[in-house]
Structures are given as C-alpha cells and as structure tokens.
C-alpha cells in the first residue's frame, strides 16, 4: 500500500517562500499520480496542484496561480511543492495523497496522512 509522508512546513513571513515535500513508499512515481491539498481553520480541504505519473500537471487553485509551483524527482520518490509570494491566507494544513488525476480534476484516492503545517504571519 502506498505511504506518504509531508514535511517541510513552517512559519514565514507574507510574501516568504516554503518547499514542501511528500515522500512516497511501497509504489513508485512512475505508476502514481499526486496531489498536494490544504485545510485552512474552519475550511474545507481543497485540492491545490496535482501532477500525473506521466508529468502532466493540473492546478486546481486559482488563489495559487503563478505562486504555487508542482514537481516531482521520480528518483527519489518525492513530490514537492514550491510556495512562493506566501500570503496569509494560504495558512492552513498541506496534505499530499494518491490521486484519480485529470485535465481538469484532482480526486484523493485514500486516506490522509498527518500533513505538514504552513503559517504565513508577519
């Protein structure tokens, strides 16, 4: 079964930068198509970016575009997202899972790991 395990939160300033990484077990990322998600206080979790086992990528948050950037090293099994231009409102918990992956949908296939907390506050 696949594992994913989120790290690389962190407090930082408005308009501060944050990698995030999701390192992936028990499958490889040339079969698996992920997708990162957050969960602001009192919000529902909304998918922000996916990408395809083939590298193909849908961003699925308009509040993220041009500041929010999907990769992956198939070699190490990690998929990243590279936050820049934070904004306050981008606070919440980053998850990433194993998706149903579209031109225009991001759906989580399983369940949720323990995600990595990102605050921007000045």
């Known amino acids: 079964q696949l594992q994913l395990v989120e790290s690389g939160g962190g407090t930082v300033q408005p308009g501060g930068s944050l990698r995030l990484s999701c390192l992936v077990s028990?499958?490889?990322?040339?079969?698996?198509?992920i997708g990162w998600f957050r969960q602001a206080p009192g919000k529902e979790r909304e998918a922000v970016s996916c990408?395809?086992?083939?590298?193909?990528?849908?961003n699925i948050a308009g509040s993220v575009k041009g500041r929010f950037t999907i990769s992956k090293d198939n070699a190490k099994n990690t998929v990243y997202l590279q936050m820049d231009n934070l904004k306050p409102e981008d606070t919440a918990v980053y998850y990433c899972?194993?998706?149903?992956?579209?031109?225009?949908?991001?759906?989580?296939?399983?369940?949720w790991g323990q995600g990595t907390l990102v605050t921007v506050s000045s």
């Open positions: 899972a194993d998706v149903d992956y579209g031109l225009t949908y991001c759906n989580p296939l399983d369940g």
């Open positions: 028990g499958g490889t990322l040339d079969y698996y198509s």
């Open positions: 990408i395809s086992y083939s590298g193909g990528i849908t």
